[in-house]
């Protein structure tokens, strides 16, 4: 089983190399000046995001913070092709995003499994029967149900199963049929502390084989630096891109101790003064 | 409801009220005797109180009572009367009620899916549902002859609204997250409909079917009491007429003996579809 799996990922990342090899740039995500507004009730203009623009490339693990109400949701729903965009475009392989991307899984902010489908049923959603066969669809189902620490759990319905639990079965419903591109929306957000730390350091053990191209929406400084290649910052309404920091840490890294890893406190320390900042014109102007 | 408890898998997060639930089970099963047993007494009282009143207090031709309405439900079903009316009306309900539930579920489907159809047509049906639908059987025995096929027009009609503005009303709670993480994907339009928006839809299309299994017996007998030559509706009538009022019981018990068995199909279905869904809603009820 382990076996074939390993032909699987080989596979898979064959075919990436192929992709990047393919397109003369080795970007897989150009947003360039992407604008959203939306109406408010009251017949009202609101810029959720004003001229962001973002490069990423194959492989990277890009964590995008702010505030809240900034606008990080509608980034990824605008990468993903889910609302449309007022300005500028968004490119995928270097050819304009127009709709449904149904190249990039997603991951929302509350687990959102279906819940009328058992966990194994929900995780095998995305593996078409065009694409992978019988047995492939179970080599897949296995492997990621046993990386998250799922397996017995198989038939559970959602409903049975613990926040973490769920947490978990969302995020490898999203990578198990491969996607070369996940979005990520504030995945960790309503859990606690410990589980929050487990569930980091088990996404960076699935990202470290798998290396997919992540977009990490949070609002949480700490979890940004820790998870990130580059750690994206957007400002509070409208939402622009403020500052892009590059996170030198290596890998793998140890989430539990992440305080103590060299370039940890470095780029931290820039982001948090990039908010104290904020913050700081914030109380002036208040008082 | 208590007996449901015990075969209640336990929860997989399990919060202290299931573990205390678990615990307190024999508890639960002695209140269920108790329940069943007090449940006895009330109706055996009662029925005993009728046949006393009944010739004493009140003339047995106003209430008729247990005894007498016993032995002519002997009587009328061995002379083979009541089982032809029967199935008379049974045939109407089973011909009447499928046809009406699937047209509204359809029907209320369509409408969720499409805007403009929901636009054009709401008004419309609104206005049709403001007529007391039962005030239209005349109307169909006019179109459709004193035969069973008026009949079943009119159980189509009571069955179809109320399937229909239940499925419509869970079309449009449906929580649009479901479809775009369905879509994104990669689900095809069939994938959609069958594994994403009718069991997210479900729970409402049961409330429909439930709440119009009544309805629809209602339906079959208003037809019949106005113009028929057969039917439990017609035997009913014609008893009340001469006075037989114990044959006027016999006919209500075979009409609530119908909607019990209709409910309890009905139920059985449920619990097997709703499976995802009993786990959860009727712990936390109880809880």
């Excluded at chain 1, 150009?30 to 959203?36: L, S």
């Excluded at chain 1, 030198?248 to 982001?271: C, K, S, T, V, W």
């Excluded at chain 2, 689900?187 to 839809?201: G, Q, Y």
């Excluded at chain 2, 014609?238 to 114990?246: C, D, E, Q, V």
Aim: proline share 4%; net charge neutral.
């Amino acid at each position: 089983m382990e076996r074939s799996h390993q032909v699987a990922t080989r596979e898979s990342s064959s075919r990436d190399d192929a992709e990047k090899a393919q397109g003369a740039n080795r970007l897989v995500i150009q947003v360039e000046n992407a604008t959203k507004i939306f109406q408010t009730p009251d017949q009202g203009r609101m810029i959720a995001l004003e001229g962001i623009t973002l490069n990423v490339p194959y492989g990277e693990f890009v964590t995008v913070v702010g505030p809240s109400g900034c606008g990080k949701s509608t980034l990824l729903k605008l990468i993903a092709g889910l609302t449309p965009l007022s300005g500028g475009r968004i490119l995928y392989q270097g050819s304009e995003v127009r709709g449904l991307n149904t190249k990039v899984g997603y991951v929302p902010q509350e687990s959102k499994l279906f819940p009328w489908l058992t966990l194994e049923e929900n995780v095998a959603f995305g593996l078409d029967s065009k694409r992978y066969s019988k047995q492939q669809r179970e080599h897949q189902l296995r492997h990621f149900i046993n990386l998250a620490g799922l397996t017995g759990f198989e038939k559970y319905y959602p409903a049975q199963l613990s926040g973490g639990m769920g947490k978990r079965a969302s995020i490898i419903r999203a990578l198990a049929y491969e996607p070369p591109v996940i979005l990520m929306d504030e995945p960790f957000g309503p859990l606690d502390a410990q589980t929050r730390m487990v569930l980091q350091d088990e996404l960076l053990k699935i990202w470290e084989q798998q290396r997919q191209t992540i977009i990490f929406v949070t609002h949480d400084l700490v979890e940004a630096v820790a998870l990130a290649d580059r750690v994206v910052v957007i400002t509070h309404r409208p939402g622009r891109v403020k500052d892009v920091i590059q996170v030198p840490m290596q890998r793998p890294r140890n989430i539990f101790e992440i305080h103590r890893q060299e370039g940890f406190d470095e780029a931290y320390g820039r982001l948090w003064n990039i908010f104290r900042n904020e913050l700081n014109i914030r109380n002036n102007s208040n008082g | 409801m208590a007996k449901e408890m015990s075969p209640e898998r336990p929860r997989v997060g399990a919060s202290s009220e299931d573990v205390a639930i678990s615990e307190t089970s024999s508890f639960f099963w002695k209140r269920s005797l108790w329940v069943t047993l007090l449940r006895t007494v009330i109706v055996a009282g009662f029925l005993l109180l009728w046949e006393i009143a009944s010739g004493r207090w009140i003339e047995p031709f106003l209430i008729s009572s247990p005894s007498r309405i016993f032995s002519s439900m002997m009587n009328s079903f061995q002379s083979g009367d009541l089982l032809q009316h029967t199935w008379v009306t049974f045939q109407e309900i089973a011909i009447g009620f499928p046809l009406g539930a699937i047209s509204g579920i359809a029907l209320g489907y369509w409408f969720g899916r499409s805007q403009l159809l929901a636009e054009i047509f709401e008004p419309i049906i609104m206005a049709l549902n403001g007529i007391p639908r039962t005030a239209l059987a005349p109307l169909f025995i006019v179109w459709l002859g004193i035969g069973i096929w008026s009949k079943v027009g009119v159980v189509f009609l009571l069955t179809f609204f109320l399937n229909f503005f239940n499925t419509y009303a869970g079309m449009r709670q449906m929580d649009q997250e479901y479809i775009d993480l369905a879509r994104l994907m990669g689900a095809s339009r069939w994938k959609l409909t069958f594994r994403v928006i009718l069991p997210a839809i479900s729970p409402y299309v049961f409330t429909g079917i439930r709440t119009s299994i009544p309805f629809s017996v209602i339906g079959a007998i208003v037809g019949e009491f106005i113009a028929a030559t057969e039917g439990v509706g017609f035997f009913i009538r014609l008893s009340a007429g001469i006075f037989k009022t114990a044959d006027v019981f016999v006919g209500i018990i075979v009409l609530m003996l119908m909607v019990i068995a209709m409910d309890k199909v009905a139920d059985l279905i449920e619990k097997r579809v709703l499976q995802w869904q009993t786990h959860t809603e009727h712990v936390r009820i109880q809880g």
